[in-house]
């Protein structure tokens, strides 16, 4: 089947229930033609139906939360970890802090809600419930701090702990306090504070019999009728409703689950709102005020058919927000959402007890909560076990004359059969567009540059400096290009620091994938932004470069540096005896390998770039500073390739010590479970180069020795006298992972490498 490069972009902002779902549903029908783009502050997303079950202690951190990272990868969909902050439904953009706008054809918004905050010390002094992913972190400190207080003294009067808000999502999150509190034996007093007269009101009575029975018996205390005013450090300060008279309560840690509100930078824009701040939609769960944009979740507001903010909505609409982005981008019918008038209630009480409701029936024990439990796993189970996805597992939408005309494409050649040579350059609109829009850092030694472009750079050198040049190219390996645009101008940066040489000036090779010009503007724009971020914070100026369009995003620089001669860090010189530091932990290889495969954890991907996006440069000044003999950067050839290198042509050898290797978190995993990059095999070869190979082979940090590095650390040689008080500055100027791995010998009798425990 024919392929069609990307002419249009569907982005979905938070990664709530129904965008969750939405993905799962693209990776079993992708459409041609159509790149979906996930954008999310957290990698993951809590499932809101088991939060009660996660405070309680019945489920683990990962039972109850969606990997959106891994998600996206497996279902081929961008993922870009931030917060937006913004959005113009005119122009179709979303801006994000710290980086440029996304741009957008169609959009979906799936931000959840929050409490309302108007109660006076309310965010100084109270946890509010949502964000979930806040709220845990808040519930996790508590938790210690009970624990603490269980040591201080036996005879210490209980912890008055609030919630404040008397719905279902307050009700079940007590219980669930309050159950972790006795069963770690913890000395708590729970209270639970609503406004309203009743708890459950809408409930058939025999359930709320059943819920004040169970509130006793727990010795949770509900305090009715109580209209909250004021939140301080030890006391909640209100009225009561019945007869408007002063009531104040003693709490030690209040959390409140009131009525949701929407996020309030969702006001600044020309967006339909409620008054409250949610987006108006129609029945096909678009906006009222511009049909381009869709809302899903709390965030949304039927307006004929108004509905409670309830997660089973959110569920229920993914199938309906599915169909209708594809319908409008392809200008095909759209379908109507008709939420149910009533829908089955659960409850969980803490013990593994649950209230089961559907008017006029009702249910509660221990079978209701293992009925919700199984409901609950089942949900998650769809993006706990994600299928293998190979071709026969996907239907895809044909590629026809009919696609191409609801695409908005002529002629399907105009895309996908561009020529090559000459004729493969990036569109000259592209260009003049992304970089009129770039502000090089500027360099008084460029003397013809972009600010006055010509066919080529013109560069004055400096006297009595050496200079220094450099070249790197990579493919993309993660999906933000962005992020990418930082990664590669680091990776291209590292072989100058490497030798202590300050970057002065770069040349770029950019090769976009064949797409519409409106998508190629918006990849090289979020591209070439990455990149100068980290190309001006170096005070490198971008000079020129070249582009051309290939089936993969990829990017590389020319670098030159200038350098001193006599500040120069070379390769090779290593001398024996001394000792061999390592800054950064190994793994991203097959992390990365793993992570296209949609096998990695997100959160594991996420600490690996905040290591891969650390610059080399003051690294290389620090070991220039301890006189380090010899140093280089560890990437595609991994730690045993780029030592080789450094012994090469010296009759030394050397000794590493496997356990003083860091490796990043989660790559060893990924290798146990046979993952890993693709250039591994290669590197493999030179274990030759080790004299004791199958005593270590099984060793888990044995593949590390081979696995390829991307934007890696550095590997010096420095006298075991300056060694520790060097790895001191390093782990001082944020080289935190800086360690010792082993040491230079005499040459060994057979290979060079020696390994040890």
Request: proline letters at 5%; aromatic letters at 6%.
């Amino acid at each position: 089947m024919q392929s069609l490069p990307n002419v249009k972009d569907i982005v979905l902002v938070g990664g709530g229930h129904t965008h969750a779902l939405v993905i799962r549903m693209w990776a079993m029908n992708p459409v041609p033609g159509l790149r979906i783009t996930l954008i999310s502050p957290q990698v993951h997303t809590p499932y809101s139906g088991m939060l009660p079950g996660l405070v309680a202690g019945h489920y683990t951190f990962d039972q109850t939360h969606i990997d959106l990272q891994r998600l996206c990868a497996w279902a081929n969909v961008r993922f870009i970890m931030a917060s937006a902050n913004a959005i113009d439904p005119d122009n179709k953009t979303i801006s994000l802090p710290t980086r440029p706008n996304i741009h957008y054809d169609f959009c979906s918004v799936d931000i959840g809600s929050t409490p309302n905050q108007d109660i006076t010390g309310c965010k100084e002094h109270a946890v509010a419930v949502k964000p979930i992913s806040e709220f845990y972190g808040q519930w996790q400190n508590l938790q210690q701090q009970l624990l603490q207080r269980k040591t201080e003294t036996a005879a210490q009067a209980p912890m008055k702990i609030s919630v404040i808000g008397g719905g279902a999502g307050g009700i079940e999150l007590i219980f669930a306090m309050n159950h972790w509190c006795t069963q770690h034996d913890c000395q708590a007093q729970f209270t639970l504070v609503s406004r309203g007269k009743n708890l459950l009101s809408g409930a058939p009575k025999s359930l709320q019999k059943q819920l004040d029975k169970k509130l006793i018996k727990n010795n949770i205390h509900s305090l009715l009728g109580f209209d909250t005013q004021e939140i301080s450090a030890t006391h909640i300060h209100g009225i009561t409703v019945h007869n408007h008279t002063s009531q104040t309560i003693e709490c030690h840690q209040a959390f409140y689950c009131t009525q949701a509100s929407a996020a309030p930078w969702l006001n600044k824009s020309t967006l339909a709102l409620t008054e409250q701040g949610f987006i108006k939609i129609k029945d096909s769960l678009q906006s009222t005020s511009h049909p381009s944009l869709f809302a899903a979740g709390d965030i949304a507001h039927q307006v004929n058919d108004p509905r409670p903010k309830a997660g089973v909505y959110a569920v229920r609409m993914a199938p309906i927000l599915f169909h209708n982005l594809i319908a409008t981008a392809l200008n095909k019918p759209l379908k109507t959402f008709k939420p149910q008038k009533d829908f089955l209630s659960l409850l969980a009480l803490g013990d593994q007890y649950a209230l089961a409701s559907r008017k006029p029936f009702s249910l509660s024990g221990k079978l209701m909560w293992k009925w919700k439990n199984h409901i609950d796993v089942e949900f998650m189970n769809q993006f706990h076990q994600l299928p293998a996805m190979d071709a026969s597992s996907v239907t895809s939408t044909a590629i026809d004359s009919n696609l191409q005309s609801e695409l908005g494409i002529k002629d399907i050649h105009e895309l996908s059969m561009r020529c090559g040579g000459c004729g493969g350059k990036v569109g000259a609109s592209v260009l003049s567009e992304v970089l009129n829009e770039l502000k090089p850092y500027p360099q008084a030694d460029v003397l013809v540059g972009l600010d006055s472009p010509d066919d080529a750079a013109v560069i004055n050198i400096p006297t009595n400096q050496n200079l220094v040049q450099t070249i790197d190219h990579l493919k993309t390996f993660i999906d933000d290009p962005y992020l990418f645009g930082q990664l590669a101008a680091l990776h291209a940066l590292s072989d100058a620091f490497a030798m202590n040489a300050q970057p002065q000036s770069a040349q770029a090779l950019v090769q976009l994938p064949i797409a519409s010009e409106a998508i190629q503007k918006r990849d090289m724009a979020q591209l070439m932004q990455g990149a100068l971020k980290v190309l001006n914070t170096h005070h490198c100026t971008l000079v020129g470069g070249h582009t051309n369009e290939e089936t993969q995003l990829s990017l590389g620089f020319c670098i030159n540096a200038l350098a001193q001669p006599k500040d120069i860090l070379h390769k090779q010189g290593a001398n024996k005896g001394e000792v061999l530091i390592l800054t950064q932990p190994l793994g991203s290889g097959a992390l990365f390998a793993g992570h296209m495969r949609g096998q990695a954890n997100g959160t594991d991907i996420q600490q690996a770039l905040k290591h891969m996006l650390q610059s080399n440069q003051q690294a290389g000044k620090i070991f220039q500073q301890f006189n380090a003999s010899a140093c280089t950067d560890v990437t595609g050839f991994g730690l045993l390739g780029h030592l080789v290198e450094m012994l090469k042509g010296k009759e030394i050898g050397a000794e590493l010590t496997l356990d003083k290797i860091d490796a990043l978190s989660g790559s060893l995993q990924v290798m146990k479970a046979g993952i890993f990059s693709s250039l591994q095999p290669k590197n493999v070869r030179l274990r030759r180069a080790l004299n004791d190979q199958e005593a270590f082979i099984h060793h888990p940090k044995y593949p590390l020795l081979f696995d390829p590095q991307t934007c890696g650390g550095l590997l010096a040689s420095v006298s075991a006298q300056q060694a520790q008080d060097c790895i001191a500055v390093l782990k001082e100027n944020g080289y935190s992972c800086s360690a010792i791995i082993g040491q230079l010998t005499p040459l060994p009798e057979q290979g060079l490498i020696t390994l040890s425990h």
